[in-house]
C-alpha cells in the first residue's frame, strides 16, 4: 500500500466480496487543505501579562478582541469592571491601569460590536446592560460613564449578543428566562422573547441573522425566528443534555456540546429543519470541564475547547457523511479560563493564520494568543484558504431588521479589504428619561440589587433618603404652623380696624 499523501486524510472503508469471506479494509483518501493546521503560542513578548483576571465562575469567556481592543473582566472590589488594551500594545500592564467599572455588580460578559470597534456592550449582575465607546489609542483614565444603560431585566443579565448584519440590535438574556432585542437606535427594547423556562446559556444566529438558536437549563434546544419570537424547532434532549450551541454557517446545520447520559463530554450534529434526533453524536473524553465550540464558516473547521483544559481539538465539517472529520489537536500545559477570538480581518495573512484564540490563563493572570496557522511555503496571498468573508460594514440598519428584511453579510476580501477602515460612525440617540411606574414605584430607577454589597449600599442610602425626607417634613409642619398662627392674628385683627 502507498503512503497517504501528506495533506490527505485517511478513511477506512470496509468491503465484503462474500458473507463467508473475512472483513478487510481498504484506504480512500479525501483532500484537504486543512490536514496540517497547527497551533503556535505567541512569544513572551506579544502575550499580555499581569492581568487581574476574573475569578467568577459563571460559565463565560470573559474575553473580547476585535482588530483594534482586547477586553477582559477582571476582579475587583465593589461592582464589577473590564480592561480594554490595545492589540498592538502586549507586555507587562500597569497594575494601575485604567478600567471601564460603571457596573454596580460582577461583568458576566463582554461583545464587540462587529461593525463599530470601538463600541463594546457589558452586562452584569446589577440587570443591566451598558454600551461604552472606546476612545482611539484606549483608556487614558477610569471610565464609569456608559453611551447607553439599558434596563428591561428584573434579575441579572448573564449573556448578551450583536446581530451579525444591522448594526445596531443587541440581543440579552437574563436570569428572569427572558430575551429582550435592542434596538440601539432608539435605546429602548422592541421585542422579548419569553419562550424559555429556566436559565438561557447560550445564543447562536445563523449567517444573516434571522434564525436564533439557544440552549437552556430546562434541556432544551430551540431554533427562534427573533422577530416575531415563534418557536420553530425544539429537541428535548435526554441522551444528549445541551451546553452550547452554534450554527454552522450556510450549512443549515447546528452543532451542540453537551453531556451524554453516562457523563462523558459529547458532542451532536443536528438538522436546523428538524431536531427529532442528531444527526450524528461522537463522545469526546470523560472530562468535567464545559466544552466551547467555534466554527470557522470560511474554512468550515469546527475547534473545540473545554473550560479548564489545557487543548483544543480541531475539525473539518462537511456536508456528507461522516460530517465531521477530525484533523489534529493543540496542547499546551496551561488550564484555560476562556478563549477570545480574532476576527477575520485581524489575522496575519501573510503568515496564512486562519484562527487566532487570546487564552486566559488565570493562575498567572496572564493572556497568550494562539495563531491556527496552514503550513505553506509560498509567500504571496493564499486565496484558496481565505475566501471573501464577513466584512466590518452593516448590510442593515436597525430598522429595516425589524421589518423583516434578511440580508447576508457584506463580505470583504483580506488581500485589500482588511486595510479599508470604517468610516461609519455610531451615536447614540439623545432622548428623555423615561419611567415605567408601577403602583407609584420606578421600576427603572428600583432595579432590584443582586449581591450583598449592593443590598447594603442601596440599604443606607434608602436610611439617609428617609432621615432627609423627616427633616423636610418636620420644618414643614413649623413652617405650617407659624403661617396658621398668622392667619389667626389677620383674623384677629379685622374686626378691630372695622371698629375704629
Known sequence: MRNPPKNDILVFVSLKSSPYDDMSWRPTYRSSKFRNVYGKVANREHCFDGIPITKNVHDNHFCAVNAKFLAIVTESAGGGSFIVIPVSQAGRIDPHHPKVCGH???????????????????????????????????????????????????????????????????????????????NLEIGEPVKMIDCHSDVIVCMSFNTDGSLLATSCKDKKLRVIEPRSGRVLQHASCKNHRVNRVVFLGNMKRLLTTGVSRWNTRQIALWDQEDLSMPMVEEEIDGLSGLLFPFYDADTHMLYLAG???????????????????????????????????????????????????????????????????????????????????????????????????????????????????????????????????????????????????????MFFRQQEELRKLKEE??????????????????RNVSPVGNNV
Not at 132 to 158: K, Q
Not at 371 to 398: F, K, N
Not at 473 to 490: A, W, Y
Request: proline letters at 6%; aromatic letters at 10%; glycine letters at 8%.
Open 307 to 457: 473550560k479548564g483544559d489545557g487543548n483544543i481539538r480541531y475539525y473539518e465539517i462537511t456536508t456528507e457523511k461522516p460530517y465531521l472529520q477530525y484533523l489534529m489537536e493543540f496542547r499546551s500545559p496551561a488550564p484555560q479560563k476562556g478563549l477570545g477570538v480574532m476576527p477575520k480581518h485581524g489575522l496575519d495573512v501573510t503568515a496564512c493564520e486562519v484562527f487566532r484564540f487570546y487564552k486566559l490563563v488565570t493562575l498567572k493572570g496572564l493572556i497568550e494568543p494562539i495563531s491556527m496557522i496552514v503550513p505553506r511555503r509560498s509567500e504571496t496571498y493564499q486565496e484558496d484558504i481565505y475566501p471573501m468573508t464577513a466584512g466590518t460594514e452593516p448590510a442593515l440598519s436597525a430598522n429595516d431588521w425589524l421589518s423583516g428584511i434578511n440580508r447576508d453579510p457584506v463580505l470583504m476580501s483580506l488581500k485589500k479589504g482588511y486595510q479599508k477602515p470604517n468610516q461609519l460612525v455610531f451615536k447614540a440617540p439623545v432622548k428623555e428619561k423615561k419611567g415605567v411606574v408601577v403602583n407609584g414605584i420606578d421600576l427603572l430607577e428600583n432595579v432590584p440589587p443582586r449581591t450583598e454589597n449592593e443590598l447594603l449600599r
Open 104 to 182: 454596580q455588580g460582577n461583568v458576566l460578559d463582554i461583545k464587540w460590536n462587529p461593525f463599530f470597534e470601538n463600541i463594546i456592550a457589558s452586562c452584569s449582575e446589577d440587570s443591566s446592560v451598558r454600551v461604552w465607546e472606546i476612545p482611539e489609542g484606549g483608556l487614558r483614565r477610569n471610565m464609569t460613564e456608559a453611551m447607553m444603560e439599558l434596563y428591561g431585566h428584573s434579575r441579572r443579565v448573564g449573556l448578551i449578543e450583536w446581530h451579525p448584519t444591522s448594526s445596531g440590535i443587541l440581543f440579552s438574556a437574563g436570569y428572569d428566562y427572558k430575551i429582550l432585542i435592542w
Open 473 to 490: 417634613l418636620n420644618t414643614k409642619d413649623v413652617k405650617i404652623r407659624q403661617l396658621e398662627l398668622e392667619l389667626n392674628n389677620l
